[in-house]
């Protein structure tokens, strides 16, 4: 699937007659939402210098993220128009949306419903299958490795030229939903899409070092609890949870729980891996496997979430309560023992 010339036109002079653009990325941003962000919005700027840019979301940037042009102006949403202050949403102004499987995730759907209403005019770029394509324009590209692929679709379709911050952006959400290239989703395109933001001068050093070889001991800590409990079930599961508790003891917040799960699912022949983690009287699943035959995003679909093949997510509401399995063992064993001693 790929993006339909007629719909890039569409979305371009959208972008290119507002009064304001403005960026939105989801709640608990990771690599490829502040990516696709950041990426998106200096693109735009460049492009159309006469239209003011701005960046938004619910939560900051995590640390991790703010080596990126322009992480430092990114904002909470804009006011409604029916209040006074600097910035106030005009429903005119053209919102993105990057990474948004769907409207609730940008925490925006009940305070800000005009954005969702068909209201105002919106471009929504993500990669999840299960995005009901919201936007008045929509991108959604499930075959792409990341929202920042997307954007790379977009802007090869239109002949834009990146620049090296750009691409920096952009080369971030693509390695950090590949992890580093290493998912099964880091297809020949995406290899293919890696050197042309390579060309366009995308800092990878920079990046990788930053990303993938920078760890705050909080998170090592954090981490290291993750691993501890590690729990195989006899369905082929690899099960650890984080609890409230957790968070508060190693002093690490909830977006350094992102990369764990990698760990987990290493386990040698389970058939899929899943962190639980408590937070603000929700508990999230999140689901990865590494085979062809077993769908995390149907397991997760049981508990009303969703995602990918391979890796999937889910919420519900309530806490999580430790529960530690014993088995009672033969004493055969532990009495030999004694008579030997
Ligand atoms: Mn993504």
């Known amino acids: 699937m790929a993006i339909a010339r007629a719909d890039a036109e569409r979305a371009r002079d959208f972008l290119r007659d507002a009064p304001r653009i403005r960026c939105i990325c989801h709640r608990n941003p990771d690599g490829d939402a502040v990516g696709a962000l950041l990426g998106s919005g200096l693109l735009f700027e460049e492009l159309f210098p006469d239209v003011p840019v701005s960046f938004h979301c619910v939560d900051p940037v ?31 102004d053209v919102c993105v949306f990057v990474d948004c499987a769907e409207p609730k995730l940008t925490e925006l759907h009940a305070s800000h419903p005009m954005l969702f209403d068909g209201s105002m005019r919106t471009i929504n770029v993500d990669h999840h299958p299960t995005n009901p394509q919201y936007g008045s324009v929509n991108f959604v590209v499930p075959d792409a490795s990341s929202s920042c692929e997307v954007l790379v679709q977009w802007a090869h379709l239109l002949r834009w030229r990146l620049s090296p911050d750009v691409a920096t952006c952009l080369l971030t959400g693509i390695y950090t939903d590949t992890g580093g290239l290493l998912h099964s989703n880091t297809t020949a395109p995406v290899y293919r899409t890696v050197a042309f933001l390579l060309r366009a001068g995308a800092r990878r050093r920079e990046m990788v070092t930053a990303v993938f070889r920078t760890a705050k001991l909080s998170t090592l800590r954090l981490w290291g609890r993750v691993l501890e409990k590690i729990s195989l079930t006899d369905e082929g599961g690899a099960i650890s949870a984080v609890t409230e508790g957790d968070f508060r003891a190693t002093g690490a917040d909830y977006a350094e729980l992102t990369g764990a799960i990698d760990y987990v699912n290493a386990v040698p022949g389970m058939r899929f891996s899943l962190i639980l983690s408590e937070r603000d009287g929700k508990v999230k699943g999140s689901l990865r496997t590494l085979r062809d035959d077993v769908d995390v995003s149907k397991m997760a679909g049981k508990f009303s979430g969703g995602g990918h093949r391979k890796a999937a997510g889910f919420a519900l509401s309530g806490k999580l309560k430790p529960e530690i399995r014993w088995k009672v063992v033969e004493e055969e064993g532990i009495q030999g023992n004694q008579r030997n001693q």
Do not use: N, S
């Not at 430092?72 to 106030?88: H, I, S, W």
């Open 62 to 92: 995590p640390d991790t993220f703010r080596f990126l042009p322009g992480a430092l102006r990114v904002k909470p949403p804009p006011a409604l128009p029916v209040t006074q202050g600097e910035d106030v949403l005009d429903v005119r």
